[in-house]
T-cell receptor, first 113, second 113 residues
Framework: GNSVTQMEGPVTLSEEAFLTINCTYTATGYPSLFWYVQYPGEGLQLLLKATKADDKGSNKGFEATYRKETTSFHLEKGSVQVSDSAVYFCARPPDRGYQKVTFGIGTKLQVIP | DVKVTQSSRYLVKRTGEKVFLECVQDMDHENMFWYRQDPGLGLRLIYFSYDVKMKEKGDIPEGYSVSREKKERFSLILESASTNQTSMYLC????????????FGPGTRLTVT
């Protein structure tokens, strides 16, 4: 168990719509969980993180709650903007050992005015 | 701010050429990583390095090698480029420890013809 499963995109929303991007994980314990964002033409950057169960990570209006009951870390935003158009990656480290991070497949979000 | 730079944003090479992709980070991070990013496949780890002259294979090392002679610099080498190595290549760096945060460069779009 060292994976994340992310909903496939693309997701197209109108400006000010509510966003949810689903992410679930498999694990033997409670790994830290991350969301990374990749804006067009750029590398990935950390958006938010949660280091233990029931934590809520937040940044730039985005939130994600670490729910161990459902092994989920869904990304949400109440009112998206055109500038939020990007690819979003759910990620986690391995159960033990190395410094590697496992990334989900990425979900492309397009916000139209 | 952490800065990770990559030597080229776009590169076009011919089949059979030897290709060098360079990555430099300015935050004294121990760990450095090379990924490739392909549509529908997300990010896949090629190699990573946890110290100078130390390296470990990632998930898809075939056809690639790496070099880390100085802490700040991590090079990816395609010994004999092939068309199936056309991809976006992303370099990242990070500090050893929890929660394995990584900092990414802007990427190199490599086309092999």
């Amino acid at each position: 168990g060292n994976s994340v499963t992310q909903m496939e995109g693309p997701v197209t929303l109108s400006e000010e719509a509510f966003l949810t991007i689903n992410c679930t994980y498999t694990a033997t314990g409670y790994p830290s969980l991350f969301w990374y964002v990749q804006y067009p033409g750029e590398g990935l950057q950390l958006l938010l993180k949660a280091t233990k169960a029931d934590d809520k990570g937040s940044n730039k209006g985005f939130e994600a709650t670490y729910r161990k009951e459902t092994t989920s870390f869904h990304l949400e935003k109440g009112s998206v903007q055109v500038s939020d158009s990007a690819v979003y990656f759910c990620a986690r480290p391995p159960d033990r050992g190395y410094q590697k991070v496992t990334f989900g497949i990425g979900t492309k979000l397009q916000v139209i005015p | 701010d952490v800065k990770v730079t990559q030597s080229s944003r776009y590169l076009v090479k011919r089949t059979g050429e030897k290709v060098f992709l360079e990555c430099v980070q300015d935050m004294d991070h121990e760990n450095m990583f090379w990924y490739r990013q392909d549509p529908g496949l997300g990010l896949r780890l090629i190699y990573f390095s946890y110290d100078v002259k130390m390296k470990e294979k990632g998930d898809i090392p075939e056809g690639y090698s790496v070099s880390r002679e100085k802490k700040e610099r991590f090079s990816l080498i395609l010994e004999s480029a092939s068309t199936n190595q056309t991809s976006m290549y992303l370099c990242a760096s990070g500090v050893t420890g929890v929660p394995y945060e990584q900092y990414f460069g802007p990427g190199t779009r490599l086309t092999v013809t």
